[in-house]
């Protein structure tokens, strides 16, 4: 007998830029980064339950500090799912890499639900902006040949594409002539997803759609010329992603969360 109930979509979250330190007070711009991790992980399991996966795109620490990576693993055990990290500019990558792997979290490819995700290193050591070395460009081109008949998401921290603020179009990605060379010869790529502008976007591109997230902490003010931050709640992006290619997202904001947001601040 044969079960006639279609196939519930892949439940994916994306959590980003929580800035976690090694210290249980280590704060951004006033806004304890830890208690604001805690209230987006609350307002997840609230609203949506349990996801299939997590994706974690990058600046998961401010310190790049082993014992905030640990923690974050940690916070994450409440979720009964695989998890995958990437570095951002604020991470050290190899060690936030020998801190994922403790948590299995350090795939840079994964079928999942009848989707492909593909998982960038776009953080240069030392430097605010980012870039895909060669040998991270041959491997998006060589993971994207593997599986053309999947749709995909390509994952990376910094910024493909112009978001129309000055400051962060100099930290962005600063090769995304070579990415986007790379992707416009796999049309089963569906969605590009990053973090870094702690802040909601959504673009398309040639049949891609284009995605950003709000931090799980403090919030970038949108096209700001200058750096400045708005008093807006930390945030997750929820996606359910279904085998044909369709899916459906949206972000949310812990809104319950307290937090005293220096707003005068002109930098982090």
């Known amino acids: 007998m044969t079960n006639s109930e279609p196939q519930r979509p892949l439940r994916v979250l994306q959590l980003t830029d929580p800035h976690l330190t090694a210290s249980a007070d280590g704060a951004l711009l006033g806004v304890n980064t830890r208690d604001s991790l805690?209230?987006?992980i609350d307002e997840v399991l609230r609203v949506h339950g349990q996801p299939d996966l997590i994706l974690a795109t990058g600046d998961l620490s401010q310190d790049a500090s082993a014992e905030a990576y640990r923690?974050?693993?940690?916070?994450?055990?409440?979720?009964?799912?695989?998890?995958?990290?990437?570095?951002?500019?604020?991470?050290?990558?190899?060690r936030m890499n020998a801190i994922a792997a403790e948590f299995e979290s350090n795939e840079s490819q994964r079928v999942q639900g009848g989707w492909h995700f593909v998982m960038l290193d776009s953080s240069v050591k030392g430097k605010v902006f980012g870039a895909l070395s060669?040998?991270?460009?041959?491997f998006l081109d060589s993971a994207l040949s593997q599986h053309p008949e999947l749709p995909t998401m390509v994952c990376l921290h910094h910024h493909p594409v112009d978001i129309h603020s000055d400051w962060?179009?100099?930290?962005?990605?600063?090769?995304r002539d070579d990415f986007w060379q790379i992707v416009d010869r796999h049309p089963q790529v569906k969605v590009v997803l990053w973090g870094h502008i702690h802040q909601e976007l959504q673009q398309h591109r040639d049949?891609?759609?284009l995605l950003a997230t709000p931090s799980t902490c403090i919030q970038f003010a949108t096209g700001s010329?200058?750096?400045a931050v708005e008093p807006l709640a930390p945030g997750y992006r929820w996606f359910e992603l279904e085998p044909t290619g369709a899916f459906s997202t949206q972000v949310r904001r812990a809104n319950q969360f307290e937090f005293d947001l220096d707003e005068k601040s002109t930098g982090y």
């Open 38 to 40: 805690a209230a987006v």
């Open 71 to 94: 923690y974050f693993g940690q916070q994450l055990q409440v979720f009964q799912c695989p998890s995958l990290w990437i570095a951002g500019n604020h991470d050290d990558s190899a």
């Open 134 to 138: 060669e040998a991270e460009l041959a």
């Open 168 to 175: 962060m179009e100099k930290i962005g990605l600063k090769n």
């Open 207 to 209: 049949g891609v759609q």
């Open 225 to 227: 010329s200058k750096f």
